[in-house]
């Protein structure tokens, strides 16, 4: 009641100052007062001109008795395209539900404009939200939990991929669902490797790699590098991704899942020093977009998202080649990435079942398997791996099968990053620190660990408040 | 005397070098400075007529090798354009006017009006000037949000009506006005109205047209608040349409995003050539009369 009163009297106040202006602006110069700002009502100004209008994108038909749920996501261009087609797709196969995709820029903007709208309760019923944003929407009780969901309407959480769906769930309750993921893969340049001699295959080790890069580094005569063996990106973002495989590869972790900062420990650190190595020997470059770097020639290799792959193949002026990651001093290591779908939590109960529907639709066998041949994403299901469409697809074009199958031994990054907030720009930012300013990777690191046990703090107490 | 002569030769000579050096460098300066600025739109201009897989040869050819026109008819179409026009063009004209008419009237009272803590309300406004815009952001929103505003012109154009930068400028450009003048025309019977409309405003068109000009770039450019406040592709405005031709995983169809990018910036470019003239003839005209 209270809220509708001072809705009016602010519609009042700052209609009629808008209408002023206006008649202000179009008539003479002579001073006339305009009648205004007399009337006690709200002025017509005041009211919406055009907005609850249909938006022409929405392609389905309205219908009587459907309940109407928001979406919001972050996919333009082709992602775009692909994404408006699986929620056209959803609304022709029922009758009960509605839903309408509304772009809402970068991961970062929707997730910044999901906090203004939770604050003014304009909040959309289903959220996109990237790896690193959805827990501090959980830490902030703003999702909701999906395990009854799941429960009643028959939906197999093992048939996800285990370490995608793994992620998405806290204290055995399911918040975030895996949609658009993408995992680190090795690209290279087939027709570089060609001119080195090398074999045509990734490098099995990061050993392997460097006896590789005498051959694959090219200089002209005054000895300008025309081509680099490898690049790492050169801005705070992306880089701190790619760095948490080469991490566990040298046997270390940002984090330990407690919160426990491990990014100062010998294991990380020498992973630094290697990361450090490549720039001060010359060989690895650190432009602001690896992708283009990779598809001009530059850098002959590179660790990408595997999301980048459709666009490197039709890119590129070489055939690509894509392999699983080198091996460290200690094995293997992969994580994985990208963004999920969540309801959020203020959605009364009725919505929230609409919106499940729609989630569940999403990430059906079906649609992710054309989700995944129309974007590059990673399939979050078992069963859509191994359905003949994508079986036949995998033997079109091999390259997918490396990332799919290198997808079982990828693991949820450490909570350093994607948990503390900005915790992948301040290691980021350290690593930048390692590969352009090539300051030693112990000192940064322990200022990093230092800046990233501070910000883990507040989350450890909201933490506590939230799982006890 | 032929002995003095030639070191006085010699002399011009070097002079005549010396000028020519000057004259020289000053043409390097200035190909520098517009090939500074122009290089990059170049390079736009190119990329517009180019295949994507052209654009990420390396080194880049200038001139496009298969010029192509289909990145154009392709970005208008992967989003309404014609509607963000539209949308853009009312946002850029009414928030422009209101802003512009804010700012005049404002600076007018700060620069001439007496009122009691005007120094003070300089001072808020300055202090206006230095809050970065994100920070305003959220509580905008809830604003809007009370007032039912969200996905509306209204909530686009009314948060964006402050005018702090644009009265600084036009109250220091005024101030700058010979006293004189706006004395003799309140000899004359002029009142507050006619002083700024007769002789204020003609007095300072250029710096008027200039932040005009100014404004309405920033308008038209405009990307976050827009990209906030509206929900529905039908509200949306060119910045946004831009943004929807970026691929989030690095698989942008640059030659698309450029075209995209040119029919934006062209209403823009015609604007420029237009008031420019305004602003070297206001100029000219002041420096003539005093």
Same mark, same amino acid.
Not at chain 1, 149 to 171: Q, S, T, W
Not at chain 2, 136 to 146: A, G, K, Q, R
């Given at each position: 009641m209270v809220s509708i009163g001072r809705r009016h009297i602010l519609k009042a106040l700052v209609g009629t100052a808008g209408l002023a202006l206006l008649s202000a602006c179009a008539g003479a110069p002579a001073p006339t007062p305009t009648p205004a700002p007399a009337k006690p009502t709200p002025t017509p100004a005041a009211q919406p001109k055009v907005a609850p209008t249909p938006t022409p994108a929405a392609t389905t038909p309205q219908r009587p008795g459907r309940v109407k749920i928001t979406y919001w996501g972050s996919f333009s261009a082709n992602l775009g395209e692909a994404e408006r087609e699986v929620v056209n797709r959803f609304n022709q196969s029922q009758n009960e539900v509605e839903v309408e995709y509304q772009f809402q820029g970068s991961y970062e903007e929707t997730a910044q404009k999901l906090t203004a709208a939770l604050q003014a309760r304009t909040q959309p019923e289903v959220s996109l939200l990237?790896?690193?944003?959805?827990?501090?929407?959980?830490?902030?009780?703003?999702?909701?939990?999906?395990?009854?969901?799941?429960?009643?309407?028959?939906?197999?959480?093992?048939?996800?991929?285990?370490?995608?769906?793994?992620?998405?769930?806290?204290?055995?309750?399911i918040y975030w669902v895996p949609f658009a993921r993408s995992t680190p893969i090795f690209y290279y340049n087939k027709a570089a490797w060609q001119e080195a001699g090398l074999p045509d295959r990734g490098p099995e080790?990061?050993?392997?790699?460097?006896?590789?890069?005498?051959?694959?580094?090219?200089?002209?005569?005054?000895?300008?590098?025309?081509?680099?063996?490898?690049?790492?990106?050169?801005?705070?973002?992306?880089?701190?991704?790619?760095?948490?495989?080469?991490?566990?590869?040298?046997?270390?972790?940002?984090?330990?899942?407690?919160?426990?900062?491990?990014?100062?420990?010998?294991?990380?650190?020498?992973?630094?020093?290697?990361?450090?190595?490549?720039?001060?020997?010359?060989?690895?470059?650190?432009?602001?977009?690896?992708?283009?770097?990779?598809?001009?020639?530059?850098?002959?290799?590179?660790?990408?998202?595997?999301?980048?792959?459709?666009?490197?193949?039709?890119?590129?002026?070489?055939?690509?080649?894509?392999?699983?990651?080198? #091996?460290? $001093? %200690?094995?293997?290591?992969?994580?994985?990435?990208?963004?999920? /779908?969540?309801?959020? &939590?203020?959605?009364?109960?009725?919505?929230q079942e609409a919106a499940f529907k729609y989630i569940k639709f999403a990430t059906s066998t079906e649609t992710t398997i054309f989700w995944s041949q129309n974007t590059g994403y990673m399939p979050v299901r078992k069963s859509a791996i191994e359905s003949p469409a994508m079986q036949e697809f995998y033997k079109q074009r091999p390259n997918f099968q490396t990332a799919v199958r290198q997808l079982p031994l990828t693991r949820p990054q450490d909570v350093a990053r994607v948990f503390i907030p900005n915790g992948d720009q301040i290691?980021?930012?350290?690593?930048?620190?390692?590969?352009?300013? #090539?300051? $030693? %990777?112990?000192?940064?690191?322990?200022?990093?660990?230092?800046? /990233?046990?501070?910000? &883990?703090?507040?989350?450890?107490r909201q933490l506590q408040a939230v799982e006890g | 005397m032929a002995s003095r002569a030639v070191p006085w030769v010699l002399g011009r000579q070097r002079a005549g070098l010396r000028r020519w050096g000057a004259v020289l460098l000053g043409y390097l300066a200035m190909g520098g400075a517009v090939a500074l600025v122009g290089v990059p739109l170049l390079w736009m201009l190119s990329a517009a007529f180019k295949e994507t897989k052209e654009i990420y040869v390396f080194p880049s050819t200038w001139i496009p090798q298969e010029p192509t026109l289909a990145n154009f008819p392709r970005a208008w179409q992967s989003a309404p354009f014609g509607r963000y026009y539209l949308n853009s063009t009312i946002?850029?004209?009414?928030?422009?006017?209101?802003?512009?008419?804010?700012?005049?009237?404002s600076a007018y009272a700060l620069a001439y009006l007496r009122f009691p803590a005007k120094d003070l309300v300089f001072l808020v406004i300055l202090a206006a000037l230095m809050v970065p815009?994100?920070?305003?952001?959220?509580?905008?929103?809830?604003?809007?949000?009370?007032?039912?505003?969200?996905?509306?012109?209204?909530?686009?154009?009314?948060?964006?009506?402050?005018?702090?930068?644009?009265?600084?400028?036009?109250?220091?450009?005024?101030?700058s006005l010979p006293r004189e003048v706006i004395e003799a025309a309140k000899v004359d019977g002029a009142g507050h109205l006619r002083i700024l409309w007769s002789v204020v405003l003609p007095l300072s068109q250029p710096v008027l047209v200039t932040v005009t000009l100014l404004l309405v770039v920033t308008r038209w450019n405009e990307f976050l608040w827009p990209?906030?406040?509206?929900?529905?592709?039908?509200?949306?405005?060119?910045?946004?349409?831009?943004?929807?031709?970026?691929?989030?995983?690095?698989?942008?169809?640059?030659?698309?995003?450029?075209?995209?990018?040119?029919?934006?910036?062209?209403?823009?470019?015609?604007?420029?050539?237009?008031?420019?003239?305004?602003?070297?003839s206001g100029i000219a005209a002041g420096a003539v009369k005093t």
């Open positions: 990237s790896d690193v944003w959805w827990f501090k929407f959980y830490l902030n009780r703003a999702l909701a939990p999906l395990n009854d969901f799941f429960r009643a309407h028959n939906v197999d959480k093992n048939d996800y991929v285990d370490p995608l769906i793994n992620e998405g769930i806290r204290k055995g309750q080790t990061w050993e392997e790699f460097k006896t590789w890069v005498p051959k694959l580094l090219k200089k002209d005569s005054s000895g300008k590098v025309t081509r680099y063996a490898f690049a790492h990106p050169g801005a705070a973002s992306y880089i701190a991704w790619l760095f948490q495989c080469v991490v566990w590869q040298w046997g270390g972790a940002y984090s330990d899942p407690d919160f426990k900062i491990r990014i100062a420990e010998p294991p990380a650190v020498q992973a630094g020093e290697f990361y450090r190595s490549t720039t001060v020997e010359g060989w690895a470059s650190t432009p602001q977009n690896i992708d283009n770097e990779f598809r001009g020639g530059i850098a002959a290799a590179i660790m990408g998202s595997t999301a980048g792959l459709a666009g490197h193949e039709k890119n590129a002026q070489f055939p690509v080649g894509t392999a699983f990651l080198p #091996k460290g $001093p %200690a094995g293997f290591g992969c994580c994985t990435g990208g963004s999920g /779908l969540a309801i959020l &939590a203020a959605t009364p109960p009725d919505k290691i980021g930012k350290g690593l930048e620190r390692i590969v352009i300013n #090539k300051e $030693p %990777a112990d000192t940064v690191f322990k200022d990093v660990a230092a800046t /990233l046990e501070k910000e &883990a703090r507040p989350v450890l | 946002v850029t004209v009414l928030g422009s006017l209101g802003k512009l008419l804010n700012a005049v009237l815009p994100q920070v305003t952001i959220v509580p905008w929103y809830l604003l809007m949000s009370d007032l039912g505003w969200i996905n509306t012109y209204q909530g686009l154009i009314v948060p964006e009506l402050g005018v702090a930068f644009a009265t600084f400028l036009l109250r220091q450009a005024f101030l990209l906030i406040i509206t929900n529905t592709a039908d509200m949306r405005t060119l910045p946004i349409g831009i943004f929807w031709l970026l691929d989030q995983e690095g698989n942008t169809q640059w030659g698309v995003v450029m075209a995209g990018t040119i029919f934006v910036i062209l209403p823009l470019l015609v604007i420029f050539l237009l008031a420019q003239r305004f602003i070297v």
